[in-house]
């Protein structure tokens, strides 16, 4: 059902009823604005819209207000619905439609936002997810036995960029990813529509950039964790985010995340960082080579901070190389 709404005295839409939830919900629009859908003899606030009239009230008011006071009629023109909005006129005399499938519709959506997934749990998934990639990335460089190489670093966004095809392919075939499967929650469609790829990837590009921040880190101030500190308040206090309203899809619990869930995703993190800094091993010598030319006294720390064995093992290496020149 699509629905149309005034705004300064203009037309605006239509978009379906999820997305103007959406909009409702980010405060763009509010139960006051003027608003007609196909079925209404005429303009009306929405909260009196019998399609979002279940979103407003609890059902069984609802339901009641429905059945006693409101009479559902069909309308064909929302040209000549505004135009009779504006100047006053009535139209009457329309055919009826289900209230039922209105009444199940809203209560369908009323069910989907009601058990969306914490803010909370949404970070840990994500934070998961991040640091599965992080070392899946390291193993696959550390089997091809590729040189070091600044560009190929983690810090370069470039290098990110595959995990938008990844997890676009898993939410479009799962509704999941890792981390969303430990954390208990599903990618489902406010409007029923299919998860497509295409519909995914346009979710996931948009995460990418206003989310992650395109994982730029830029000294002083991480940008990474600027927008998701940023996604974290508006999914706080809006209850949904920008890219889930684009695609009107929400992460769905039918259970709260225990305890040990959320527990469990602290060893996977650190595990997953682990690996991801063994598979770097290789190039560890490469790396301290190029820290000491820029910045001497960081290379010192991140010299103390790996284990003597390790070091020595550097050290027999360069000897060896160093032999084999001359």
């Known amino acids: 059902m699509e629905i149309f709404w005034i705004e300064n005295k203009e037309r605006r839409g239509p978009l379906s009823v999820a997305d103007t939830i959406s909009r409702i919900q980010l405060g763009e629009i509010n139960a006051q604005t003027k608003g007609w859908h196909k079925g209404c003899a005429q303009w009306d606030t929405l909260d009196a819209l019998p399609a979002l009239r279940d979103f407003f009230t609890p059902p069984a008011a609802s339901a009641t207000a429905i059945t006693e006071n409101t009479t559902i009629t069909h309308l064909g023109n929302p040209d000549q619905s505004f135009q009779g909005a504006v100047s ?126 395109m994982m730029l880190f830029v000294p002083p101030l991480c940008l990474t964790l600027l927008a998701m500190a940023v996604s974290y308040w508006m999914v706080t206090k809006r209850g949904i985010s920008p890219w889930d309203m684009r695609a009107s899809t929400v992460f769905s619990q039918k259970k709260p995340t225990s305890f040990m869930r959320s527990l469990l995703a602290i060893p996977i993190i650190f595990y997953a960082l682990s690996m991801h800094g063994y598979f770097m091993m290789p190039w560890t010598p490469a790396l301290l080579s190029q820290l000491e030319e820029v910045d001497p006294e960081a290379a010192a720390k991140f010299e103390s901070m790996l284990p003597p064995e390790i070091l020595e093992e550097f050290k027999e290496k360069e000897q060896k190389a160093a032999e084999d020149k001359k």
């Not at 991040?130 to 899946?136: E, G, P």
């Open 88 to 213: 006053g006129e009535q139209i009457h005399d329309l055919p009826n439609i289900s209230q039922a499938e209105m009444e199940g519709v809203a209560n369908e959506l009323m069910e989907k936002i009601a058990s969306q997934a914490s803010p909370f749990h949404r970070l840990i998934a994500r934070l998961v997810d991040l640091s599965l990639y992080a070392a899946l990335y390291m193993a696959v460089i550390y089997l091809l036995k590729l040189p070091f190489n600044l560009q190929l670093l983690i810090s370069n966004p470039l290098i990110w960029m595959p995990l938008i095809l990844i997890e676009s392919i898993m939410l479009s075939i799962w509704g999941r990813t890792p981390g969303k499967a430990l954390m208990g929650m599903k990618l489902v469609s406010l409007n029923n529509a299919p998860l497509s790829f295409g519909r995914c990837i346009n979710r996931s590009m948009f995460v990418f950039i206003g989310g992650l921040g």
